[in-house]
């Protein structure tokens, strides 16, 4: 596997940071009441987390590691659930359509830096501590 190349890997960093510090900066100078920035702000973590595991299901399962159908549903419904609530959100609110624009685009770039992020490590770290197949076959013989 090849690794990520260092632009590619801050890009991911920048997008990850520029996306949630944005979505959290934008609650923080909202005029709205603390139980909504609240809920905001769980949808944005529980969207991060969730992008996270379905990345590593889907890459699980393509690289041939076993993953259970339930994970790897309840990872797909985690995701979609958490773009749902943030839409059901903002179109509910009484924004204006340039801060539900601005809530939408931040948190969707913090998913892809999320994601991106994942696979970067991943891939940096794919052939980092894994032993040899036939260094741990020769090894178990002895």
């Known amino acids: 596997m090849k690794k990520p190349s260092n632009a590619f890997i801050a890009a991911s960093w920048v997008a990850l940071f520029t996306g949630?510090?944005?979505?959290n900066i934008g609650l923080w100078n909202a005029e709205m009441q603390s139980n909504e920035k609240g809920y905001y702000f769980t949808v944005l973590m529980y969207g991060l987390f969730s992008a996270v595991s379905l990345q590593k299901?889907?890459?699980?399962?393509?690289?041939?590691?076993?993953?259970?159908a339930i994970y790897y549903g309840i990872s797909w419904f985690s995701t979609l659930l958490a773009i749902l609530l943030l839409i059901i959100g903002l179109w509910?609110?009484?924004l204006l359509l340039s801060e539900r624009g601005?809530?939408?685009m931040s948190f969707v770039l913090a998913l892809f830096g999320a994601i991106a992020v994942q696979k970067n490590i991943r891939d940096s770290q794919s052939d980092v501590g894994l032993p040899d197949k036939k260094t741990e076959k020769s090894e178990n013989i002895y």
């Open 102 to 104: 601005f809530y939408g």
């Open 57 to 68: 299901a889907v890459r699980d399962q393509l690289e041939g590691i076993p993953v259970t």
């Open 20 to 23: 949630a510090v944005s979505f």
């Open 92 to 94: 509910n609110a009484p």
